[in-house]
């Protein structure tokens, strides 16, 4: 209870920064359990979605090994998903499952950056919402000098008081939440890799499904089947309803 007591009270002589500062901390408080959350269930079931993945599509159930990455969580399982339904098609255009990729992986990497930048402007703000109450703790201190003629101790003591409240409370919100973000930035950097082993995962098994024969990957500046065959079966046959009339 006395803690408690402590604590209200110094959050009173804080002054009125103490309200955004403490709503500064709650909110970096919530995207920090969301964004821990978010990114061990990415991570959790990497390793376990690269390698069912691919035994399931060497040994020929494409099926079996979308329903694989799809049941899993992660940015990885996502690249392999987009990847696994162009291959399903047995016929790629140059440069479609490549394109599907990249466009998979950039949304992933957005959705894994989501909320950085609350935590980078809570950690850049909260020092200034200190420094701020600070400026108008000694404000009000030499204020009160200035009311009194004299220099007093009992007069400024409110106002210093109010300063260093208010920068420590910038402060203890600030070095948390900096030290949360950089934590988060490096395990997004470890999803970007397992994102890159998703992508080389399944480009090599597109290379070697192509090689048994099992995938058509056609190349740049190459017709497909069917716009070879519309010209010719548009071609009418010599001496039928479309040849020009003869003479005897």
Known sequence: MGSQYRLLTLFSDGGLMMYPLVLCSMIALGVMIAKAWTLWLAHKGTVRVLSGVEEAALSGDIDGAIDIAHNTAGPAAAILLAGLRRIKTKRLGAGELEAAVATTGTIELGFLERGLVILATIANVAPLMGFLGTVA???????????????????????????????????????????????????????????????????NLAW??????KVEIMQKNQPWPSDVAAPAAAKPPAGGAGAPPTTG
Do not use: W
């Not at 490096?186 to 970007?192: G, M, V």
């Open 137 to 203: 703790g000694m404000i009000l201190a030499f204020a009160a000098i200035e009311e009194a003629g004299d220099v007093d101790p009992s007069l400024v003591a409110g106002g210093i008081k109010v300063a260093l409240l208010t920068t420590a409370a910038g402060l203890v919100v600030a070095v948390p939440v900096n030290i949360a973000y950089n934590v988060f930035v490096t395990r997004i950097d470890k999803l970007i890799i397992d994102m890159e082993q998703g992508a080389q995962k399944i480009f």
């Open 208 to 213: 070697d499904l192509e090689k048994d024969g």
